[in-house]
């Protein structure tokens, strides 16, 4: 099976009247060899862990959280909804309150998916998750749309990057909330093509999106943008859902993103070397943890 951008798919999906999850399915079984029971299981453990990650996350103490620069904020935030009438919605702001569950815990040295990267490991659970509790969804509800997800990272690495260090964090966060958005339009009913288009919407709402990690951790300001793109992801599927189409197909947008990690400097890739990595507080904090030798 050669599929080389979200055409291709949207092709198969059309002739076969199957959705994105199916497509990619039937790709990994060609790509990898192993039975689609296999696959569906191995996704199923993924999911399990996400589901995990967060729910270990929200129960983190000061015994265990080893961040440097921050804690509790997922806390914080859950207190806040129980509290108040969120400005975002419930649903948008359990996201986030998820997402920065699992980035406390991966900043905590816990288990986490790389989904894709450790750094923006928050989006896509926290995105599945709050969209199958308000769509009152089962879990293999949820392990297919990790399938959807998944083919959308791939056309990414397919034709772009995942990587922050090449791309800076549009190639990170940029492309979780892409695969989060589409992976939740399905998941509503909608097409692959309105899946495509929430993942075009979702990754040029932060185009040339820079990764400047404060004394080189994934921290700040990476746990709230796990934050921010799982709630850019949710606006983007909510827009199509609603009927507002991508003007830029998914495929150009990857392109100009791959265009624009080309001409980034290496100050924004992930070197703390430019950003908010080199503000007086960024420095004041590295030297804090590091010393400032």
């Given amino acids: 099976m050669m599929i080389k951008n979200s055409l291709d798919i949207i092709e198969i999906c059309t002739k076969e009247n199957v959705p994105i999850w199916e497509v990619a399915i ?7 060899g192993f039975s689609r029971e296999e696959i569906v ?6 999911f399990s862990q996400m589901q995990k ?29 129980k509290k108040n009438k969120p400005l975002s919605g419930t649903t ?13 815990l991966n900043c905590s040295m816990g288990r986490i998916v790389a ?12 995105v599945i998750i709050s969209a199958m509790e308000t769509l009152k969804m089962k ?37 979780a909330s892409a695969m989060a958005a589409a992976a939740v339009v399905e998941m509503a009913g909608g097409s692959p093509q309105m899946a495509f288009d929430a993942a075009a919407i979702a990754l040029k709402s932060v185009m040339g999106l820079i990764c400047d990690p404060v004394a080189g951790l994934v921290e700040v ?21 609603a009927g507002i189409p991508s003007v830029i197909p998914f495929d150009e947008v990857v392109w100009a993103m791959n265009k624009v990690s080309q001409i980034m400097p290496s100050a924004h890739k992930e ?7 080199i503000t007086p507080t960024g420095q004041r904090l590295r030297d804090e943890i590091f010393g400032e030798d």
Wanted: contains cysteine.
């Fill in 271 to 277: 070197t703390s070397e430019g950003g908010i990595a």
């Fill in 53 to 81: 990650s967060i729910d270990t996350g929200l129960d983190l103490d000061d015994r265990k959280i080893r961040s440097k620069m921050f804690r509790d904020d997922a806390k914080k935030l859950m207190v806040y909804r």
């Fill in 221 to 241: 300001p990476c746990a709230k943008r796990n934050g921010m793109g799982a709630s850019n992801a949710l606006i983007a599927a909510d827009m199509v859902l």
């Fill in 139 to 175: 879990k293999k509800h949820g392990v297919n749309a990790l399938f959807t997800a998944g083919m959308v990272g791939t056309i990414i690495a397919k034709n772009a990057s995942l990587s922050g260090a090449i791309g800076g964090c549009q190639a990170e966060i940029g492309s």
């Fill in 115 to 126: 989904s894709p990267t450790a750094g923006s490991c928050g989006v896509l659970p926290a």
């Fill in 26 to 32: 039937s790709y990994e079984e060609a790509q990898s």
């Fill in 92 to 104: 948008i702001s359990k996201a986030v309150a998820y997402a920065l569950s699992v980035m406390e």
């Fill in 41 to 46: 299981e191995k996704m199923g453990r993924h």
